[in-house]
């Protein structure tokens, strides 16, 4: 129970951050979605053994939040309770790959580490940079952006009617969960039988909820499509935007910023 | 068991992302054409439940852990495959925007461990047929033992497409085999407890509203056949396949894929900033680097791009000189001070406008 009352926090907690009027929620919505993009595919493309030169792109996402206003402590606790599974997965790798890199100064470390390493910080990156996404932009213009991007609209719709209704069906299941447990049941860990009938019910419902929608959308006129109000225009600073992130992952992927920083340092204390 | 982008190569992402994608377009097109009016609230409505449902566990007898349901067969069983896929992914998608499930590149891989498998292959292959040869009038104890399978096998599938996507990636270093091991049995266990749900789920809606499943009884599809081409399909698959085995090629045989690649098209070794000054002093701090033997250890030194042969592990060596160290401390602290500042001025700007 309590950890679905968390998730529709975040999920509200998110679409506050995104109705504020900022920078970043102002650009267009296409030129957030594929920079983010691009950076997802820029952060995978390094080496695996790549730990170092992959810290300057942690700029990104700390730019976005900046020019969104969007709270940091939120997006990096969604992201420590993210699926583990990257990290379970990356665990394993000191064990296997038991081979030794020396490390400056006559010190060894298994390559293993490194790349559990890399995986962790990668697994921050990508998903910092996906929901700052979602909290710099909204869902509406979200659905816009990729339906303008060529998503086919079938989906995009759904991405609406989702967020829209799980927030109803999730009420919903908060209510009839409460009064099973008022009448005596279980809060959380319900018995099979119960739980299939509980949740039986509530499909029932929503499958009569569905029946209601639709001959509410027939009255106002729905033919096949939900009209999304274009508010958006592809201005030069979207360009700008678009062209200044991905020079900057280009420059990232391809000089070792990390070490030539370290180079200018020891030169200097030399 | 949602992928996750951080054990993905650009190459497999790819590859997985334009599969889901062709699924993707194909069932929207499908969907267009079918006759059922009421479509779309109904799967927008059924999303959202699989995505309450997911929400609520239950007890797993014997054991005091809890489980919930996937999804993806009971999707299929209410709204045909084509439809269901379609949920599924707009399921994936909000838990990959929101709860950071995965990332905007695993996502295509997820929506076909998790959508294609059990949309695509559980429900045609093994749920319709079984559910056909049963007849007009199944017992309780035949629909729940086609749905426990259909919901075993799929999940089976869509994990043994988790190994071969972080296999093929190669940036986990577990061994085939062992993965093989670890997920394909507990995936089975989870199954086991997930098909039990669905079964059990089914089972009462069956008996509440037969008419919804008046379709499994059909001898053949009712609508009209496919507009998008076998032959397309085929074709686009073959080229996701070739593409990203030549990638994939590329990207084992120089470990450096992208900067390969970006070399090939353009003539030259760097792109960005081609002759800034920026780029020229980076670039001759990066040369004095290599030609500072006290600062940087020789076996550790970074070879320079143009290199022809590169050593096995290029970046291993490029990060651990003692430039590259020093360096990455540096960057880090740098990182963490610009993140102090973000927050920092966030707190008052939120305390300006509350």
């Known amino acids: 129970m309590c950890n679905r009352d968390a998730a529709l926090r975040e999920i509200a907690s998110l679409q506050d951050a995104a109705a504020r009027d900022t920078p970043l929620g102002r650009l267009d919505p296409r030129a957030k979605i594929l920079t983010v993009l691009g950076f997802a595919v820029v952060v995978v493309s390094f080496d695996r053994y790549a730990v170092t030169a992959l810290l300057p792109l942690a700029l990104f996402p700390l730019g976005l939040a900046a020019a969104g206003c969007i709270p940091l402590g939120v ?83 759904q991405l609406l009617l989702l967020q829209r209704y799980t927030l109803v069906l999730t009420g919903e299941a908060t209510r009839m969960q409460l009064a099973h447990a008022l009448r005596g049941g279980a809060l959380r860990g319900l018995p099979l039988a119960q739980w299939a009938s509980l949740l039986g019910h509530l499909l029932l419902r929503a499958l009569q909820r569905a029946q209601r929608v639709h001959q509410a959308m027939l009255s106002r006129g729905f033919a096949g499509a939900l009209p999304v109000a274009n508010s958006y225009g592809w201005h030069s600073c979207d360009t700008l935007f678009l062209l200044g992130c991905s020079a900057f992952f280009v420059l990232v992927r391809g000089v070792h910023l990390p070490q030539a920083l370290g180079a200018v340092l020891l030169r200097v204390a030399a | 068991m949602h992928m996750a982008d951080a054990l993905f190569s650009p190459a497999v992402g790819a590859t997985f992302w334009a599969a889901s994608a062709v699924t993707l377009v194909a069932a929207s097109r499908r969907l267009q054409s079918d006759q059922r009016e009421d479509l779309v609230p109904l799967m927008g409505v059924l999303a959202a439940f699989v995505f309450t449902a997911q929400m609520i566990n239950f007890t797993i007898p014997g054991t005091g852990s809890s489980g919930h349901i996937g999804g993806g067969l009971l999707l299929s069983i209410l709204l045909g495959p084509h439809a269901a896929f379609i949920a599924i992914a707009s399921v994936l998608t909000v838990q990959a925007l929101f709860f950071a499930d995965g990332g905007l590149l695993a996502l295509g891989a997820n929506m ?148 390969w690649s970006i070399a090939r098209v353009t003539g030259q070794a760097n792109v960005a900033d081609g002759g800034s000054r920026v780029h020229a002093l980076l670039a001759s701090l990066q040369a004095e680097t290599a030609l500072l033997p006290d600062y940087a250890l020789p076996s550790a030194s970074e070879p320079s791009r143009s290199e022809p042969e590169q050593p096995a592990w290029p970046t291993v060596e490029a990060g651990t000189s003692l430039a590259g160290i020093v360096g990455g401390v540096v960057t880090f602290a740098l990182v963490l001070l610009v993140g102090l500042v973000v927050r920092r001025r966030q707190r008052l700007t939120l305390h300006v406008q509350p």
């Not at chain 1, 990290?87 to 296997?96: A, E, H, I, S, T």
């Not at chain 2, 461990?113 to 040869?133: K, Q, S």
Request: charged share 10%; net charge positive; proline share 6%.
């Open chain 2, 112 to 259: 076909f461990n998790m959508g294609v498998c059990t949309c695509f292959v559980a429900y045609p292959l093994i749920y319709r047929p079984l559910m056909r040869h049963a007849g007009a009038k199944p017992s309780r104890q035949r629909v729940a033992w086609i749905t426990t399978l259909a919901t075993v096998l799929g999940l089976q599938l869509g994990a043994l497409g988790v190994v071969v996507q972080t296999q093929l990636s190669g940036i986990s270093s577990l061994p085939l085999g062992g993965f093989l091991l670890l997920m394909q049995p507990i995936h089975l266990a989870i199954g086991l407890v997930e098909g039990v749900a669905t079964a059990a789920l089914i089972v009462f809606v069956r008996e509440a509203r037969p008419d919804l499943f008046a379709r499994d009884a059909l001898p053949a599809q009712a609508a009209p056949q496919v507009r998008v081409p076998a032959r397309w399909l085929a074709g686009f698959a073959a080229l996701a396949v070739l593409t990203g085995g030549v990638m994939s090629w590329f990207a084992s045989s120089h470990p450096d894929g992208l900067e």
């Open chain 1, 75 to 157: 997006i990096l606790r969604k992201v420590l309770i993210a699926s583990p599974f990257a990290l379970m997965v990356g665990l394993f790798n000191p064990w296997f790959d038991t081979q030794s890199v020396a490390l400056a100064g006559g010190l060894h470390i298994g390559a293993g580490w490194l790349s559990l390493a890399s995986i962790v910080i990668r697994f921050v990156l990508t998903v910092s940079a996906t929901l700052l996404l979602v909290a710099g932009t909204g869902v509406v213009p979200l659905c816009h952006g990729l339906r303008a991007l060529g998503v086919p609209p079938a989906l995009t719709q």
